[in-house]
């Protein structure tokens, strides 16, 4: 059963607009959250996260939103540049009671940013 | 130079081959991580370890081995290559593994 869903496989947007990026979690444990920026023929890199006693972390261009009773996160990207067209994956983990050894991904959505 | 490395960068072998991938970090991170990417399927772990001579499952461990000697390396041997197998694999490191990774640039494998 996948913990961590993303269900847009991909998003096409506008130079300068706003993209948004959504994620959605099962597990109620789950109190820290990442997103990670991949290029072609390149590793996944970490852009931005967000603890459960957040419901907002920003970064630049880039702000993450937490809405712990709806169980979702979401990726904002304003103003969307065409170097931000990639594949964006959402991840999780267990912090507390110990700590978590691992992050569980989600598939992965394609941003596009159309010039 | 320091990080995290992967080799090679593109393998073709064939069916039925032993073919081991190497992954080596200059951090001593404790924790190393093995991934596979397929379309459709996104990131998938394979294996993973906390530690030297500490190893563990991941979600896809089926026709992999790996072990960790040392600290820095961390490498995937398929016993035997199948076309199942053909994947990019993406090995990663952390200092605490749940608070975020850093990963190789990978390895595209093909399996002819």
């Known amino acids: 059963d996948q913990q961590v869903k993303q269900n847009s496989p991909s998003l096409s947007v506008q130079e300068g607009r706003i993209s948004i990026l959504n994620c959605d979690y099962t597990n109620s444990m789950f109190d820290y959250f990442l997103w990670y920026k991949k290029y072609p023929a390149e590793g996944p890199t970490f852009l931005i996260s967000?603890?459960?006693?957040?419901d907002k972390n920003e970064d630049g261009r880039f702000t993450v939103f937490l809405n712990k009773s709806a169980k979702h996160l979401s990726l904002h990207i304003v103003p969307s540049q065409p170097g931000d067209s990639a594949v964006y994956f959402c991840?999780?983990?267990?912090?507390?009671?110990?700590?978590?050894?691992?992050?569980?991904f989600g598939k992965g959505m394609k941003l596009t940013v159309n010039p | 130079d320091a990080g995290i490395t992967q080799s090679p960068r593109y393998k073709i072998t064939e069916t039925g081959r032993q073919v081991t991938l190497m992954c080596h970090q200059t951090w001593s991170h404790s924790y190393m991580f093995w991934y596979r990417q397929d379309l459709g399927h996104g990131l998938r772990l394979i294996y993973y370890?906390?530690?030297?001579?500490?190893?563990d499952k991941g979600e896809v461990p089926d026709g992999y081995v790996v072990s960790r000697s040392k600290t820095e390396n961390f490498p995937l041997t398929l016993e035997s290559a199948t076309r199942s197998q053909t994947s990019v694999y993406f090995c990663a490191s952390s200092l605490r593994g749940g608070y975020g990774y850093t990963f190789g640039s990978g390895t595209r494998l093909t399996v002819v």
């Open positions: 370890s906390a530690a030297a001579d500490i190893t």
């Open positions: 991840a999780a983990s267990e912090l507390s009671q110990g700590g978590s050894e691992k992050l569980v």
């Open positions: 967000i603890s459960s006693i957040k």
